[in-house]
């Protein structure tokens, strides 16, 4: 399998935090990776390294073969990286389509507000169509002109997916998706990403404490502790790897 991203030797500091300390770690393309490990392990900082919210001080990420790093922040998305948030980060003063919407803008020529703004009809119509097939594929086209804070948490997840694939990314990054769903929410909602990741081919990578969860959902497990990767394999060699247990011993839910 091609590696579709290869991150080496990735360190980031936050003055004298060592959030991430010489960081390896290649997924294949379509591959569908779990990134677990206690509080402050670093998994969101891993994160926001791979889409350009924070700039490593040494190490390096590829995108299929390009370094991320010599591309301007905002050109990341483009490239096909999309993320979702640990706290759903919905914008609130426009309706879940228009939020899916906002998703698809990278493919515009006159950019999602170019288009709101009537500047170009025919893309406005094209994201439209992309977020109302979106959100049908979601089961939430009945909430297409609510505002999404009017929504069940759980379901604001799920615009939140919609909104990361309306991008139409080669690789998703999804930061702890099944966090606050009620426990009998997360079998259907671990159904959903398995067969996004069929269905579209997508590459994944899931940061989640919920380790039933990510355990069933992953073949592949990566642990960090303290910014170090302690454990990377398959998941039912990590789940017994005695470092990963005494690492996660308490973030279980
Ligand atoms: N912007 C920042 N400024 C200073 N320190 C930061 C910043 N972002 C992260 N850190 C620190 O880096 C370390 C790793 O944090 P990070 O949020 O990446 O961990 P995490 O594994 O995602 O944790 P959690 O599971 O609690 O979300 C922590 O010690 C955190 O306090």
């Known amino acids: 399998m091609a590696a579709l991203l290869e991150v080496s030797g990735l360190t980031m500091r936050f003055g004298g935090v060592t959030a991430l300390s010489g960081v390896d770690l290649a997924v294949g393309e379509g591959e569908l990776v779990g990134l677990i490990g206690p509080n402050g392990a670093g998994k969101s900082t891993l994160f926001d390294c791979l889409t350009r919210r924070c700039a490593p001080q040494e190490g390096r990420v590829l995108l299929a073969g390009e370094d991320l790093a010599r591309l301007p922040a905002h050109r990341v998305a483009g490239r096909g990286v999309a993320r979702t948030f640990q706290n759903t980060a919905l914008f609130p003063g426009l309706s879940v389509r228009e939020n899916v919407m906002a998703g698809a803008h990278r493919h515009g020529r006159a950019g999602f507000w170019g288009a709101a703004l009537g500047l170009a009809a025919g893309e406005e119509r094209r994201l439209r169509e992309t977020a109302d097939a979106l959100l049908a594929r979601f089961g939430l086209g009945e909430y297409a002109d609510h505002p999404p804070e009017a929504l069940p948490y759980g379901t604001t997840k799920l615009v939140e997916i919609a909104r990361a694939l309306a991008a139409g ?38 940061v989640e404490h919920h380790l039933d969860f990510v355990l069933s959902l992953c073949r592949r497990i990566v642990c ?12 039912d060699a990590v789940r017994r790897d005695p470092a990963v247990v005494a690492a996660c011993l308490g973030v279980t839910r």
């Open 169 to 206: 990314p080669r690789l998703l990054l999804l930061d702890e998706p099944a966090g606050g769903l009620a426990p009998a929410e997360v079998p259907a909602f671990a159904g959903l990403i398995r067969r996004l990741h069929a269905e579209l081919r997508l590459t994944i990578v899931v």
């Open 224 to 235: 960090l502790e303290r910014g170090h990767k302690i454990a990377d394999g398959p998941a």
